[in-house]
């Protein structure tokens, strides 16, 4: 059953919104980013969700000290690391990590295999920013990858009408949104609950 993830996420009241519709997982951008939120400001938002959904941070080119700091004040589950880090750096953090790897050409995905780690997130490499910028890669690239074995998080673009053929092509181990639920650049109630609940539809069919 492939699990969700909203990112992006700036305000109390959208993360309750997407906690109430059944999201797996928020994401709290501290990287350069018009979604960019503060350390403080993303604890307590973190306080006030339930234990069981996942918290994760994003983050490009933070020092080991900087991402142990931000997990433990803003209560992470996870750090999403979305720079030019190393799998050796990698490998000594002791915080659970998702490497980002941007995917331009079927090529990129060599990368993949790189990192030891349990998650890795594919996303566009089309945009001024380290990922969240609202567009998808050619999801056939995926087809028939080693990557598909692994937990798997889909991310680019992705919304409505177009998670279902992601999830058909890709089979991801959780899909990332953020732009996709966003109505005039910020989050949308209305377009949180439809696009779980859309998540949520096929996961049933699937599991029938």
Request: some cysteine; charged content about 30%.
């Amino acid at each position: 059953m492939t699990k969700i993830k909203v990112c992006g996420i700036q305000e109390r009241e959208e993360a309750l919104w997407a906690a109430e519709a059944g999201v797996d997982a928020i994401g709290f951008v501290f990287a350069e980013s018009k979604r960019r939120i503060a350390l403080e400001k993303a604890a307590a938002i973190s306080a006030s969700l339930p234990n069981e959904v996942l918290k994760i941070g994003v983050f490009v080119n933070a020092t080991k000290s900087e991402l142990l700091h931000a997990a433990k004040t803003a209560g992470l589950d996870y750090v999403q690391l979305h720079g030019d880090e190393s799998p050796e750096f990698c490998k000594e953090l002791t915080i659970p990590f998702i490497k980002a790897i941007s995917i331009k050409d079927r090529d990129d995905l060599e990368a993949v295999t790189r990192y030891g780690n349990e998650m890795i997130l594919v996303d566009s490499g089309k945009g001024p920013f380290r990922g969240g910028n609202g567009t998808s890669f050619d999801w056939d690239y995926l087809s028939g990858h080693e990557a598909t074995d692994r937990r798997l998080i889909l991310a680019g673009g992705l919304r409505k009408n177009n998670i279902s053929e992601a999830i058909r092509k890709v089979k991801p181990y959780m899909v990332d949104v953020s732009s996709g639920v966003e109505r005039n650049g910020r989050k949308d109630e209305r377009l949180i609950k439809e696009f779980i609940e859309e998540v949520k539809a096929i996961n049933k069919e699937s599991g029938e």
